[in-house]
């Protein structure tokens, strides 16, 4: 066999049946498995974003849920705040009251006791003056000389144990 440029075609054909054996046997022992192991990871970081946006969805309904229960809560203290105003506002307006009537009823008995303390003191008053005249009439019935009225004036000073007004 006479072959032109020194080609031998048993030579080729040997190297392209290794070359068909190397290439089928990365393709099994390495392209499988990477093409495995990229579609397993492929898989696994979709299912994560995937459980992230379920996640987040879920987040966000959740902080729709609290932002109404919190706006709920804030309308409530609100309320029960305006409540408190009121009865407080009340319970001031009964404290005022009763302190009014506390001082209506002190100031009833103020001058209640100041009009006994007068009518005590009038009568009282009386009393001194009746003895003191009655005084002043013994001295005079019973002859004493003098000014009748500047005995009486010496009787009242001596009887109240004041000093006389100079």
């Known amino acids: 066999m006479n ?3 020194n080609i031998d075609w048993q030579q080729i054909l ?4 290794n070359f068909s054996l190397l290439a089928g046997g990365l393709y099994l022992l390495l392209y499988r498995p990477v093409k495995r192991f990229m579609d397993e ?3 696994h970081y ?9 996640l987040t969805a879920q987040a ?13 809560a804030e309308a409530d203290i609100a309320r029960r705040i305006s409540e408190a105003d009121l009865e407080l506002e009340q319970y001031r307006a009964q ?3 009763k302190a009014r009537q506390e001082a209506d009823k002190i100031i009833t008995r103020a001058r209640e006791n100041a009009l006994r303390e007068r009518a005590e003191i009038i009568a009282e008053a009386k009393k001194d003056l009746t003895e003191a005249a009655a005084a002043a009439a013994e ?3 019973l002859g004493d000389a003098g ?8 009787l009242v000073e001596r009887g109240s144990g004041d000093e006389p007004a100079k």
């Open 139 to 141: 001295k005079i019935a």
């Open 60 to 72: 966000e309904k959740l902080r729709s849920e609290y932002g109404e229960k919190l706006a709920a």
């Open 46 to 54: 979709r299912a994560a974003k995937d459980e992230a946006e379920t």
């Open 95 to 97: 404290e005022v009251e």
């Open 41 to 43: 990871r492929e898989a």
């Open 3 to 5: 072959i032109p440029l």
């Open 147 to 154: 000014d009748p009225y500047e005995q009486f004036l010496s």
């Open 14 to 17: 040997l190297h392209l049946f």
